[in-house]
């Protein structure tokens, strides 16, 4: 396992884990870049029943810690949707169900036991049906996480504000981005606050048209478009019928842009 700047071409390796636990972790997630800092952490979700353990390194240790869970039937993460790192070591995990979990770094070291805690309520049964993905992205000017739910049928999109407030968490539906663009993917996301003009309200997915053709969707009008529509009205859709999505990919965001 290692970290590759794809800008740069450098590379830090990182431990192996143990043989009987590679490849056991369902999503990945790291403090920040690890040649900007001496304490980036990286954790690992292995998410089999309900509260998932961790794997948690620094980087620069020799061995990974694990955590197995002390919190079982409270929450449950199988999909482990992007988990986000905030700067004060602590996890937002969203629940299979909608609830929010959160998990912190105790004294800034691997060994401590790190905490879970665990915020609102279950969506209703007959929503979460519907689900199909969720993709999660930090809400950098309202210090809390969006949350990007795409149904199981046409690909309907919501987009959702999670916010914690003491020991409540505040959830609402939003219909607007505030001219901001979100780019998601199964592997990170993230929201974009300056944007070229024609870009804000829109959702750029991982999900392709016509021989690799990108889309995105506009949160005004509720439908799908292709990147070049603005020049020859290629595709438009209210669905994702005719869209097809990698298994794996992720969006990069240079440093200068």
């Known amino acids: 396992m290692f970290f590759f700047n794809p800008i740069s071409n ?14 056991s972790c369902s ?31 620094k980087v620069g240790d020799t061995e990974w810690t694990y955590h197995y869970s002390l919190n079982p039937g409270k929450f449950m993460a199988i999909g482990c949707n992007n988990p986000l790192f905030f700067k004060n070591n602590t996890i937002y995990l969203l629940g299979d169900k909608g609830n929010l979990g959160t998990l912190r770094i105790n004294e800034n070291s691997a060994a401590k036991r790190p905490r879970w805690k665990f915020y609102g309520s279950y ?10 993905k969720a993709y999660t992205a930090e809400d950098v ?17 919501e987009v959702w504000r999670y916010k914690i407030n003491g020991k409540e968490l505040e959830r609402e539906q939003i219909t607007s981005l505030d001219n901001k663009t979100l780019f998601v993917s199964f592997g990170g996301s993230y929201l974009k606050t300056f944007v070229a003009q024609g870009l804000g309200n829109k959702i750029y997915f991982s999900m392709f ?4 053709k990108g889309v995105f969707y506009y949160l005004a009008n509720r439908k799908y478009y292709s990147f070049d529509y603005s020049v020859n009205k290629a595709y438009s859709s209210p669905n994702i019928f005719n869209l097809v999505q990698p298994k794996s990919c992720i969006w990069i965001e240079l440093e200068n842009d």
């Open 123 to 132: 969506f209703p049964s007959s929503k979460k049906r519907l689900i199909r």
């Open 27 to 57: 999503a990945w997630t790291f403090s920040c870049p690890p040649y900007s800092s001496s304490d980036c952490f990286v954790v690992g979700f292995e998410a089999i029943g309900y509260v998932p353990d961790v794997y948690i390194i």
């Open 10 to 23: 450098d590379i830090i390796e990182l431990p192996e884990l143990l043989e009987e636990h590679k490849n």
């Open 141 to 157: 000017d309202n210090g809390g996480m969006l949350v990007v739910i795409l149904s199981r049928e046409k690909g309907d999109v």
């Open 209 to 212: 048209h016509d021989n690799n």
